[in-house]
T-cell receptor
């Protein structure tokens, strides 16, 4: 069965510190996709990144970076020089992609989330 | 703003009642997904529709049903409501135009917070 584990329930840092959010996944699929979403206090889910299983290159977007390691089934997320606005719940998710007729079905399997609090 | 809209934003009702949650996907997206977020279960997939047809089902209760209309908006119907149905219900949409076997990004709406008293 597919599973996503975010072992860190809550993390608290002081502004400008770097912080890494861990994500470990389990799947028997050879092709899969991994995602990170951010849920700020307002409640919406904001898409951050999508990565497929064949692309192990690390990605950087501003202060955000992602480290995908297939060997350890991990897809960790680092925020550099954290800011108060980064305070949110962050979810890692794995897609279960199946083909149905001529379309894809791709339900997301979410981890339990990591609550990040950045203090000024 | 993801482009996905959900109404209402908040809904307060009583046990035993029935409610309908509405979702409009991003322009051009053919797939709609419904998820439930509760404190004890986390974010759980409920059901997916693609161009009007059901495509995948998760742990959706028999008291819940959904449909996608010709204009691609979707409704999630929850009936015989129980206290445990109180949750944040998200709708997401994706283009579903990628190569078969791929997964498009799902963009989420703001959610409907359901409170059952």
């Amino acid at each position: 069965a597919q599973k996503v584990t975010q072992a860190q329930t809550e993390i608290s840092v002081v502004e400008k510190e770097d912080v890494t959010l861990d994500c470990v996944y389990e799947t028997r699929d050879t092709t899969y996709y991994l995602f990170w979403y951010k849920q700020p206090p307002s409640g919406e889910l904001v898409f951050l990144i999508r990565r497929n299983s064949f692309d192990e290159q690390n990605e950087i977007s501003g202060r955000y970076s992602w480290n995908f390691q297939k060997s350890t089934s991990s897809f960790n997320f680092t925020i550099t020089a954290s800011q108060v606005v980064d305070s949110a719940v962050y979810f890692c998710a794995l897609s279960e992609t199946r083909i149905h007729g001529s379309s894809n079905t791709g339900k997301l399997i979410f981890g339990q989330g990591t609550t990040l609090q950045v203090k000024p | 703003d993801s482009g996905v809209t959900q109404t209402p934003k908040h809904l307060i009702t009583a046990t035993g009642q029935r409610v309908t949650l509405r979702c409009s996907p991003r322009s051009g997206d053919l797939s709609v997904y419904w998820y439930q977020q509760s404190l004890d279960q986390g974010l759980q997939f409920l059901i997916q529709y693609y161009n009007g047809e059901e495509r995948a089902k998760g742990n959706i209760l028999e008291r819940f049903s959904a449909q996608q209309f010709p204009d691609l908006h979707s409704e999630l119907n929850l009936s015989s409501l129980e206290l445990g149905d109180s949750a944040l219900y998200f709708c997401a949409s994706s283009a579903s135009t990628s190569l078969l076997g791929s997964t498009d990004t799902q963009y989420f709406g703001p959610g409907t917070r359901l409170t059952v008293l």
